[in-house]
């Protein structure tokens, strides 16, 4: 069946309203827009890293979350899921279930790029059937903004601040979705929110229903952190893929790279940069070279992924 | 009939769970727990077990998994060590909060700095505020019984707790010793089937778990914590009997020793209470009134039946395998004393802290002991309360 949003959003949401997360912040869009891709008589099986989602969408006594959920720690959601998904395969396999379950982890990149790591490879690598999603906002806002190793190089963040000697985060974006493609699993995407969030949709269903373990990477800003307006959260994604900084593109088994967006005209990076407050001081007279820099390394990425590609 | 048989502890321990089946094991080796999944493993290998085994990358993952386990609805167990429990130290809260009866088979390992493989307590009493039941061991035998009853124990609608089994590193672990075992299925019908009201995969209601709660809710959850392991205490003594009724062997909270008209005691645990054992039955040829109480279970800690248990007591030894770096003494030493504070001719009592990082604790090392209460009991002088046992000066 064709993709319709309209029918989409029709469905009854998993992750309802109510949760307590800020205005345009894009991890409950990736929460719902993900979930929305489960089949209606599927249930779900979801896990939470700590984060901003965890502490936002399951306040006690209140849950935002239709389908079971847990959260224990920041560092382990990798390994709560993989125990989940253990425990239901011995339980088929003694015939104490009948019903369908799929498995989801979401993760900040705090809890994916950098304190779930090691939790996250190895679920990865057991092979796990489960998806792992990672919103991506590339710093920890949980805890107010500061660096992870998913900030993009010169951003403005709370533990690598823009000061008069050093411009910002010294060090580039760890590349997350490479790192698990090298997990040789069977898929691997990238996606953010653009236009009617086919893209997404089409991700989320194949990392869902595809067997083994699954990795989602989706770039999801953060108003506060990044410093643009609420509203502004479909444009600043648009533009992330439209200067290539976010391409969206996907891997099967490690070895199948396969480019699902090519922007017709390719923006300047400064396009995506300008709008949001982390980059503010890329633009003081004096820093054209941080531009420069930022533009080439966004180039060079894209040329190596355009070649990976083909 | 029990079956005999020769088991080193951790045999015992993998084979009390290949009678058990757990849903999962989730596990990573280090010594010298590292037999356990090592075992296990080839019994799922080879389709002794319907077991699933999760060969997970830390033991931060172990413990980790085991929570998504229980949460799930299954029984989980995991085992460890040392650093390895060190690890765990997060989720051992987390498991208790959630209050997921998880089994941890704990074979007590110094803890590093500087790095030691041998046996002491400070891995898992280091963890003993962390809400789980802790049951020790003193041998083999001992273990696997204590392995079968901690599900039982956990699981029970007034506890839902989590539950280390600690047997001695090497000394039990790696010992072999005779041991009668059960027979499968009476294990099968004594621990029953696990179904909890409130799990993840319920398809009729699904649930959330592991909240974000704080100050509105906080503190009434960490009272029914508490709650849970002050009901554990009866629960372990229905249990254990229960146990002894298949097993012809009973356990208590603790054990007493040679204690009816002992004038001087020591309270231990572990296998160092065998040698201890050793001790108390050459001094009694020799006609001292010695005596020893060896604790089985440190969480609930038994308080008021020890404060009993040595209130006719002269002078007591509280043996600490743990240093805990007070300054003033040991962690079963602060809680034995507390426990005797108030009762009417509360004994004198001194603190040794022995068998750190492994050193070697012979009859000779307990008989000194008690010599030294001999002292106190006849100059009426405690001297030094807080001391260390064969070390250099």
Not at chain 1, 241 to 264: A, M
Request: charged share 20%; hydrophobic share 40%; with cysteine.
């Amino acid at each position: 069946m064709a993709y319709n949003l309209k029918q989409e959003l029709a469905k009854p949401e998993r992750f309802t309203g109510g949760h307590r997360l800020c205005a345009g912040c894009g991890a409950s869009v990736a929460a719902r827009g993900v979930l929305r891709a489960l089949d209606a008589d599927d249930k779900a099986l979801i896990g939470c890293a700590t984060g901003c989602l965890q502490v936002s969408g399951f306040l006690y006594p209140y849950t935002a979350w239709q389908d079971s959920y847990i959260h224990s720690a920041f560092e382990n959601v990798g390994a709560t899921v993989s125990g989940a998904e253990a425990c239901y395969r011995a339980k088929k396999k003694r015939g104490e279930i009948d019903e369908n379950y799929k498995f989801i982890a979401f993760g900040g990149d705090g809890g994916t790029y950098d304190i779930g790591f090691q939790s996250l490879s190895g679920a990865m690598e057991r092979g796990h059937d489960m998806v792992y999603i990672c919103y991506d906002n590339e710093a920890y806002m949980n805890t107010g903004i500061q660096r992870s190793s998913s900030t993009p190089q010169f951003a403005d963040a709370t533990t690598s601040p823009a000061g008069s000697a050093i411009p910002g985060k010294q060090q580039r974006k760890k590349d997350m979705t490479e790192v698990l493609a090298a997990h040789n699993i069977p898929y691997v995407g990238q996606t953010t929110f653009i236009s009617n969030f086919k893209d997404l949709h089409e991700k989320a269903r194949k990392a869902i229903y595809t067997q083994g373990p699954t990795f989602l990477n989706i770039l999801a800003p953060c108003p506060r952190g990044w410093r643009y307006p609420n509203e502004n959260l479909m444009e600043i994604c648009k533009l992330a893929v439209e200067t290539c900084v976010w391409p969206l593109y996907e891997i099967i088994n490690g070895e199948e790279w396969i480019l699902n967006y090519q922007p017709k005209n390719k923006l300047p990076v400064e396009d995506y940069l300008r709008p949001q407050g982390r980059f503010f001081h890329m633009f003081l007279p004096g820093n054209e070279w941080m531009i420069q820099k930022a533009q080439n390394a966004v180039d060079n990425k894209w040329n190596s992924l355009i070649k990976r590609c083909n | 009939m029990a079956i005999r048989d020769r088991l080193s502890g951790n045999e015992a321990v993998a084979h009390a769970l290949k009678q058990i089946g757990p849903d999962v094991m989730a596990a990573f080796p280090i010594t010298p727990s590292t037999e356990i999944p090592q075992y296990f493993s080839a019994y799922a290998s080879n389709g002794e077990v319907d077991t699933e085994f999760v060969a997970v990358e830390s033991e931060h993952s172990a413990l980790s998994a085991c929570v998504g386990v229980a949460a799930s609805g299954g029984r989980a167990v995991t085992a460890t060590s040392s650093c390895g429990l060190a690890l765990m130290w997060e989720m051992l809260y987390v498991a208790s909060s959630m209050r997921l009866p998880i089994v941890l088979a704990v074979v007590n390992r110094a803890l590093t700095g500087p790095i030691n493989i041998n046996n002491d307590h400070s891995d898992s009493m280091g963890a003993r505020d962390s809400g789980w039941i802790q049951l020790y061991a003193e041998n083999n035998q001992e273990v696997y019984d204590n392995t079968i009853m901690a599900y039982r124990i956990g699981e029970h609608p007034d506890v839902k707790l989590p539950v280390m089994a600690c047997q001695d590193g090497f000394i039990t672990s790696h010992g072999i010793e005779n041991i009668e075992l059960l027979e499968s299925d009476k294990v099968t019908s004594f621990i029953g089937t696990f179904n909890p009201d409130v799990r993840l995969l319920n398809p009729k209601h699904p649930v959330s778990m592991g909240p974000y709660s704080n100050a509105s809710y906080y503190m009434e959850w960490k009272c029914q914590q508490a709650y849970a392991m002050k009901q554990a205490k009866q629960v372990i003594l229905d249990i254990s009997k229960e146990y002894a009724n298949i097993s012809g062997r009973e356990y208590g909270l603790f054990e007493e020793y040679k204690m009816e008209d002992a004038e001087r005691a020591i309270v231990i645990i572990g296998s160092s209470a065998g040698t201890a054992k050793a001790t108390v039955d050459s001094l009694r040829e020799k006609g001292e009134k010695v005596g020893l109480i060896k604790i089985r279970v440190f969480r609930p800690f038994p308080m008021d039946e020890l404060a009993k248990a040595l209130g006719h007591v002269k002078a007591v030894a509280v043996m600490d395998k743990a240093e805990s770096f007070s300054a003033c003494g040991g962690p079963l030493f602060a809680e034995t004393r507390s426990a005797c504070y108030g009762i009417p001719n509360a004994p004198k009592m001194i603190n040794y802290v022995y068998g750190l990082g492994g050193r070697d604790v012979h009859v000779g090392c307990i008989a000194h002991v008690y010599s030294d209460l001999e002292k106190i009991i006849k100059t009426g002088d405690i001297g030094e309360t807080y001391r260390h046992l064969s070390v250099r000066e």
